[in-house]
């Protein structure tokens, strides 16, 4: 199965990595990668492995359209950047390869936050698959765990701890670290996004929000339908304080259904270190959906990174294999 990639930072680099170890079980083949930093590379049609981990990149193609016709690919992979604000250019990128009648895959949440309805049923009228596992929680089932394993289970709201970069950000603060140096940390790690403030003023939870809300509860909104505010006004000595007194801080998401529709707000949380949503550290993550049939249930990541995130592409890409091809 021809697999083109759109954008190849290190979700990008750590899926071709998972691909290439895997390749004799699951004969997946990335023919062609594009990027807005290094150019396009194209697999030659008759390299059986494909592109190698380290391709050799000519000039950026002239469009996504060329590049998905030249890379002869049946999957679209979509990896750029978020965009919190609209969504694009990613939203485009898979409109472009749903077309083309190509199935899609992504781990970029802005499409889900921004676009996700419209997407869905693109995919739908075209009669290809469209997955999005790694958008929320990295490679953790969450939008599979739904779809596949809670039949006739309504969604009726969620809480989570869905951010890294601010725990390790509160983390850095609780041990006598500044601001920055948490940042920085989370830069290291390769969790932060291009652009940290994204994370730190609550963004990122905000779109993780508003596509969790799209697709488990068809709210149908945006991330600036999302009440949010981050944590750029907690300081070192606030958060040293919390932790004298066996408290600590979280970046909390909550949505539920509320009449003539639904509630969703990012707040900086003071809890109790007891409280379950405070004891994920580090880059673990919880998220606990509010349901009819089953109550309260929830899923957590501990210490998830890019190789997890990768997972989850990988696996979207297993069950379009599955399910389409029989491979």
């Known amino acids: 199965m021809k697999i083109a990639l759109i954008g190849y930072g290190n979700v990008g680099q750590a899926l071709a990595r998972l691909i290439r170890r895997q390749q004799s ?30 391709p050799r990149f000519g000039p950026a193609m002239g469009s996504i359209e060329d590049f998905l016709r030249a890379s002869g690919a049946r999957v679209a992979v979509e990896l750029t950047p978020l965009n919190p604000w609209s969504g694009e250019p990613a939203t485009s990128h898979i409109r472009a390869a749903l077309d083309r009648g190509l199935h899609v895959v992504t781990a970029n949440k802005g ?8 997407l869905r049923d693109q995919a739908t009228r075209r009669g290809v698959l469209f997955r999005f596992e790694s958008t929320v929680m990295d490679g953790t089932p969450v939008f599979n765990l739904v779809r596949r394993n809670l039949p006739a289970v309504e969604v009726l709201g969620f809480t989570g701890v869905l951010n890294s970069t601010t725990k390790i950000v509160v983390e850095t603060m609780e041990r006598g670290g500044t601001f920055e140096q948490g940042v920085e940390t989370a830069r290291r790690l390769g969790i ?25 509860m068809d709210a149908g909104v945006t991330p600036q339908a999302v009440s949010a505010r981050g944590i750029g006004r907690i300081t070192p000595e606030r958060a040293q304080e919390l932790s ?57 990541s501990i210490n998830p990174g890019v190789d997890q995130t990768a997972y989850g592409v990988f696996s979207d890409l297993v069950e379009i294999a599955d399910a389409v091809y029989g491979e």
Do not use: Q
């Not at 499409?111 to 419209?118: D, F, K, T, V």
């Not at 707040?267 to 998220?287: H, I, P, Q, Y």
């Open 25 to 54: 079980e699951y004969p997946f083949v990335i023919s062609g990668i594009h990027t807005a930093r290094h150019g396009t590379a194209v697999c030659k049609k008759d390299a059986a492995k494909g592109l190698s981990l380290t």
């Open 111 to 118: 499409p889900i936050a921004h676009a996700y309805a419209g």
């Open 192 to 216: 932060a996004e291009a652009d940290a403030r994204f994370d730190t003023d609550g963004w990122d939870s905000a779109c993780k929000t508003a596509a969790l809300a799209n697709v488990l």
């Open 244 to 300: 004298r007194s066996g408290k600590t801080i979280r970046l909390v998401s909550r949505a539920r259904s509320a009449a003539g529709g639904f509630s969703l707000r990012v707040r900086a949380e003071v809890l109790e270190k007891t409280d379950v949503l405070a004891s994920t550290r580090g880059t673990s993550n919880l998220l606990l959906l509010h349901t009819g049939l089953m109550g309260t249930l929830g899923v957590v």
